[in-house]
């Protein structure tokens, strides 16, 4: 079946170290974007990407990086500079074309833990 | 980017009709409306959107004003599956900046 996988769904890093979550789709989908959610609170845009090769920052970069060398993946890296990195992490999708009258897609998120 | 205004939250009775409202008065003529909404610990689903015109789906009714600054999402029936946190968002045609809001928090009431 077509969809987003994200993977873990839950992650558990020691304070300083980097991760990478994972963020896979099988829609052929051109635009992928990264959102963190803080108990009780939206959805922050982190990072967003329209095209392979191609990212752009979201309201909220500071402390992640992102690739996208294939359109099928986009992983986000939580760096050592984040601040505050414990937090729900969702990826979703959404086709390039005609992009705003279509539906995005979300993966089921990673619940990422810093200890 | 508009903006979008939602109560914070919104509580009605099981099977019967529940409408949450959505402000957003500073819309652009190439903006289309969303709605998402988000169970507990799960990524955001998509509900419905439209343009100009009001739509229905299998979910859901959009109802939007004649001069497009507000909109209504309607639950025919509510039931104690559609509690959840309920996001109005704009996407803007060419730009594919997607960006939410804090959305209403639906409680259902058996």
């Known amino acids: 079946d077509g969809g987003i996988t994200q993977s873990p769904k839950y992650l558990f890093r020691k304070e300083g170290q980097n991760v990478t979550l994972s963020c896979e789709q099988n829609?052929?989908?051109?635009?992928m974007y990264w959102y963190r959610q803080d108990p009780g609170q939206g959805l922050r845009l982190i990072y967003y990407?329209?095209?392979?090769?191609?990212?752009q920052k979201g309201d909220i970069a500071e402390g992640y990086s992102v690739s996208r060398e294939k359109k099928e993946s986009f992983p986000l890296t939580v760096t050592s500079a984040q601040k505050n990195p414990t937090a729900f992490y969702l990826c979703a999708s959404s086709t390039e074309t005609q992009g705003a009258a279509r539906e995005a897609f979300f993966g089921q998120g990673t619940r990422l833990t810093v200890v | 980017d508009a903006k979008t205004t939602q109560p914070n939250s919104m509580e009605s009775n099981e099977e019967e009709p529940v409408h949450l409202p959505c402000n957003h008065s500073?819309?652009?003529?190439?903006?289309?409306i969303h709605w998402y909404r988000q169970l507990p610990s799960q990524g955001p689903e998509y509900v419905i959107h439209g343009l100009t015109s009001n739509v229905n789906n299998r979910m859901a009714s959009l109802a939007i004003a004649e001069d497009r600054k507000s909109s209504t999402l309607i639950l025919h029936r509510a039931t104690l599956r559609d509690a959840a946190v309920y996001y109005c968002i704009l996407r803007r045609f060419g730009n594919e900046k997607l960006t939410f809001g804090t959305g209403t928090r639906l409680t259902i009431i058996p």
């Open positions: 990407s329209q095209i392979v090769n191609d990212f």
């Open positions: 829609l052929n989908h051109d635009a």
């Open positions: 500073t819309i652009s003529g190439t903006d289309y």
